[in-house]
Nanobody
């Protein structure tokens, strides 16, 4: 079973940037799709971004398209989320996720989760 650990969260001012990292262990990470989700207080967890195993195809939610960028380094077993032009509504706990089917970026494919990391954007 693959394990995921997020890092890089924190407090940032609006219009600022943060880069989240996710370290994977316990499995052949290159065979998994990778993704980021977030959950704000009182809301359900939502999809933010996904990347297929090879990095050649990516998907973003409308809320973050053009501001966030997902990437991965399979040699290092890492996934990243570069977040630019952050807004107060981006405040949430962010979760790294791995999907069993390497080309499937649908939310239902993601079955392994990190513990989550807080991102707070002050306006």
């Amino acid at each position: 079973q693959i394990q995921l650990v997020e890092s890089g969260g924190g407090l940032v001012q609006a219009e600022g940037s943060l880069r989240l990292s996710c370290a994977a262990s316990g499995g052949r990470f290159s065979s998994y799709a990778g993704g980021w989700f977030r959950q704000a207080p009182g809301q359900e967890r939502e999809f933010v971004a996904g990347i297929v195993w090879s990095g050649t195809s990516k998907k973003y939610s409308e809320a973050v398209k053009g501001r966030f960028a997902i990437s991965r380094d399979n040699d290092k077993n890492m996934i990243y989320l570069q977040m630019n032009n952050l807004k107060a509504e981006d405040t949430a706990v962010y979760f790294c996720a791995a999907g069993r089917h390497p080309y499937n970026l649908d939310s239902a494919n993601f079955e392994a989760w990190g513990q989550g990391i807080q991102v707070t954007v002050s306006s």
